[in-house]
C-alpha cells in the first residue's frame, strides 16, 4: 500500500496550489483521508481531513475558508485546494488514511499509511 502525495511546490504569498494524494495496492476502503504538515522545527500538525463515506470534511481554524479538502473515489485520490497561501502555511505536507473513528479524526495516530511528503513553500 502506498500514498503518493504531489503537487508542491515554490508560491508567492497569496497564491494557489493543488496537492494531490493518490493511493495504490489499497485492497480495502479506509473511513477517513487527511493532509497533516510539519514546518522546520514544528510538531507536525493536523490540516483537513475527509470521510470516505458521506464526505464530511474537517479543517483546522487557521486554515478554514483558503483550503479544501476533496476526493475522488474512482481514482482513489484526495486532493487539498489551497488558496491564500501565507508564509505561514510553509511546511512539508503529508497525506495519510486510515480507519479511525470520527472523533479522533485529527489524531495523527489514527492514520496506519502515510505518504512521503511534498514541500510547500510560500514566500513573502
Known amino acids: 500500500v502506498q500514498l503518493q502525495a504531489s503537487g508542491g511546490g515554490l508560491v508567492q504569498a497569496g497564491g494557489s496550489l493543488r496537492l494531490s494524494c493518490a493511493a495504490s495496492?489499497?485492497?480495502?476502503?479506509?473511513?477517513?483521508w487527511a493532509w497533516f504538515r510539519q514546518a522546520t522545527g514544528k510538531e507536525r500538525e493536523f490540516v483537513a481531513a475527509?470521510?470516505?463515506?458521506?464526505?464530511?470534511?474537517f479543517y483546522t481554524d487557521s486554515v478554514k475558508g483558503r483550503f479544501t479538502i476533496s476526493k475522488d473515489r474512482a481514482k482513489n485520490t484526495v486532493f487539498l485546494q489551497m488558496n491564500s497561501l501565507n508564509a505561514e502555511d510553509t511546511a512539508i505536507y503529508y497525506c495519510?488514511?486510515?480507519?479511525?473513528?470520527?472523533?479522533?479524526?485529527?489524531?495523527?495516530?489514527?492514520?496506519?499509511?502515510w505518504g512521503q511528503g511534498t514541500q510547500v513553500t510560500v514566500s513573502s
Open positions: 475527509i470521510r470516505w463515506n458521506g464526505g464530511s470534511t
Open positions: 495519510a488514511t486510515g480507519n479511525g473513528i470520527l472523533s479522533t479524526i485529527r489524531d495523527a495516530r489514527q492514520y496506519d499509511v
Open positions: 495496492g489499497l485492497t480495502f476502503s479506509t473511513t477517513q
